[in-house]
């Protein structure tokens, strides 16, 4: 069974740091795109960042670039989210999803175009509340 | 970027009537367009990607069709557990990004 599991949420106020983690199971972790994507409280998705199977492609939303950051262990099957200088605005559940970033045969991988098959694995999330 | 609406914004309907969801597009995304469905205070589960095909285990009352800027998502036969919201998400481009979300709710 395929499960992603969040932490690292929590209260903290405006101008700190957090360090989010996802822990994966039951998937092949080194196939998959891991992305953050977040929900403040009562509104709709939103997309944070996203890291590709190897590390290779990382891309970040506006809001959050320059002070977040997305990486990955595949020897710990984790991926990370370091966010800094956090703002009111950032309060939220952060929730990890993750989507098959490569196919692969015995002829080898072939890399598949991020998010192609929709963000089909997520965890329960965690929340982020930033106090000003 | 790439913005995405959804409408309406909400809607009311009663089990066993066919609905429909629109997304649009601010720009062609040829068919990289997905669909979720989020109970409340639950996680998104991913319905249909590439803008038609269903996920694994989606029931079949679900279906998406479009390409380019429009789109459209069909629940044929409401049932109790189909009352959620629903998100668009284009992956044609970073930023990907989400519809505002449909709230479909029981008449």
């Known amino acids: 069974e395929v499960h992603l599991v969040e932490s690292g949420g929590g209260l903290v106020k405006s101008g700190g740091s957090l360090r989010l983690s996802c822990a994966a199971s039951g998937i092949t972790f080194t196939t998959y795109s891991l992305n953050w994507v977040r929900q403040a409280p009562g509104r709709g998705l939103e997309w944070v960042s996203s890291?590709?199977?190897?590390?290779?492609?990382?891309y970040y939303a506006d809001s959050v670039k320059g002070r977040f950051t997305i990486s990955r262990d595949n020897a710990k099957n984790s991926v990370y989210l370091q966010m800094n200088s956090l703002r009111a605005e950032d309060t939220a559940v952060y929730f990890c999803?993750?989507?098959?970033?490569?196919?692969?045969?015995?002829?080898?991988?072939?890399?598949?175009?991020?998010?192609?098959?929709?963000?089909?694995?997520w965890g329960p999330g965690t929340t982020v509340t930033v106090s000003s | 970027d790439i913005q995405m609406t959804q409408s309406p914004s909400s809607l009311s309907a009663s089990v066993g009537d066919s609905v429909t969801i629109t997304c649009r597009a601010s720009q062609s995304i040829s068919n990289y367009l997905n669909w979720y469905q989020q109970k409340p205070g639950k996680v998104p589960k991913a319905l249909i990607y590439?803008?038609?095909s269903l996920q694994t285990g989606v029931p079949s009352r679900f279906s998406g069709s479009g390409s380019g800027t429009d789109f459209t998502l069909t629940i044929s036969s409401l049932q109790p557990e189909d009352f959620a919201t629903y998100f668009c998400?284009?992956?044609?481009?970073?930023?990907?990004?989400f519809g505002g979300g449909t709230k479909v709710e029981i008449k």
């Open positions: 890291i590709s199977s190897g590390s290779t492609y990382i």
């Open positions: 590439t803008a038609s």
């Open positions: 998400q284009q992956s044609y481009s970073t930023p990907l990004t």
């Open positions: 999803a993750g989507t098959l970033g490569k196919q692969c045969t015995n002829g080898g991988c072939i890399p598949i175009r991020l998010a192609y098959y929709g963000l089909d694995v």
